[in-house]
Nanobody, 124 residues
Framework: VQLQASGGGLVQAGGSLRLSCAAS????????VGWFRQAPGKEREFVAA????????YYDDSVKGRFTLSRDNAKNTVNLQMISLKPEDTAVYFC??????????????????WGQGTLVTVSS
């Protein structure tokens, strides 16, 4: 499956963006879809994950209450709605797909498929 992340951009602090992860060459039906982000000079870090089989979601504490995952079956996308954005949310956001065990959903190494990333810049 190939992934394409989109929706990034420049926004002021307090603003909103909606990222989308589109799948081609397959569907998300049997995968966990994770969103990760990587700021300059930092490691890729977990943001959120959606377990497609039961639609259960996981969020990092830093985004809980501000970011929301959803799935659009018709478009074969998993979306990340981000509100109340902060400058510290600035990073390249990546979506990944894989079949991690529950204890590994926060680990980038547990995802075998990745999109190219989309840049989110939040100005103060």
């Amino acid at each position: 499956v190939q992934l394409q992340a989109s929706g990034g951009g420049l926004v002021q602090a307090g603003g909103s963006l909606r990222l989308s992860c589109a799948a081609s060459g397959g569907t998300f039906n049997t995968y966990t879809v994770g969103w990760f982000r990587q700021a300059p000079g930092k490691e890729r870090e977990f943001v959120a994950a959606l377990l497609i089989n039961n639609m259960r979601t996981y969020y990092d504490d830093s985004v809980k209450g501000r970011f929301t995952l959803s799935r659009d079956n018709a478009k074969n996308t998993v979306n990340l709605q981000m509100i109340s954005l902060k400058p510290e949310d600035t990073a390249v956001y990546f979506c990944g797909a894989g079949r991690p065990i529950l204890s590994s959903v926060r680990r980038p190494s547990a995802y075998g498929y990745w999109g190219q990333g989309t840049l989110v810049t939040v100005s103060s």
